[in-house]
């Protein structure tokens, strides 16, 4: 057990709906990244957000956002879901706001659009 | 943009033995790190080992070793004395410490241990 926790672990929803994925960090973790496991893309970078500001940007789509509350937990909003955002969704904790430090993954919830 | 290829998709080893996994990356940056993540079937990423692109000496954590050639843009990860809690899907990753890109990951090996 990382200490990272994701809601909901599965997610069954329909094209063209609206999801939120949700995060708790590691106590402690001031940095949380958002990555999208697919068949097709492999493992992808979406978004990292360090002490409640967007740090770095990665492969996100213009249909998905994310943010990070005062209390450090993390929601990733995808909106006009299409079949091919069907996918593991990780997110990852670090103490500071840089990946050379240890990223703890959470167990990641599944996405499926159908 | 930086790429990460690991060029075997599945790699089988017998229980016990050594096995080896390949990844090479490329880059035209000096600073970086990379990494070796471990996704067992409880989809779990694991960090299995991290090494600094200018630390000469290959990092070592336990069973787990890595043969960093910085010329060459190659990052093998090690695995002695397999066992079968070693059975995973492998992650090999990089990260540029001038960029704001998280990390780039290879497409994985998977990884299977004969009993």
């Known amino acids: 057990d990382s200490g990272v926790t994701q809601t909901p672990k599965h997610l069954i929803t329909a094209t063209g709906q609206r999801v939120t994925l949700r995060c708790s960090p590691r106590?402690?973790?001031?940095?949380v990244y958002w990555y999208q496991q697919s068949l097709d893309q492999g493992l992808q970078f979406l978004i990292q957000y360090y002490n409640g500001e967007e740090r770095a940007k990665g492969n996100i789509l213009e249909r998905f956002s994310a943010q990070q509350f005062p209390d450090l937990h993390s929601e990733l909003n995808l909106s006009s879901l299409e079949l091919g955002d069907s996918a593991l969704y990780f997110c990852a904790s670090s103490l500071w706001g840089t990946p050379m430090n240890e990223q703890f993954f959470g167990p990641g919830t599944r996405l499926t659009v159908l | 943009a930086q790429t990460v290829t690991q060029s075997q998709p599945e790699m089988s080893v017998q229980e016990a033995e050594t096995v080896t996994l390949s990844c090479t990356y490329d880059t035209s940056e000096s600073d970086y790190y990379l990494f070796w993540y471990k996704q067992p079937p409880s989809r779990q990423m694991i960090l299995v080992i991290r090494?600094?692109?200018?630390?000469?000496q290959n990092a070592t954590e336990n069973r787990f070793s890595v043969n960093f050639q910085k010329a060459a843009k190659s990052f093998s990860l090690k695995i002695s004395d397999s066992q079968l809690g070693d059975a995973a899907m492998y992650f090999c990753a990089y990260f540029w410490k001038g960029g704001a890109d998280g990390l780039t990951f290879g497409k994985g090996t998977h990884l299977i241990i004969q009993p």
């Open positions: 090494q600094e692109a200018y630390k000469q």
């Open positions: 106590s402690g973790d001031l940095s």
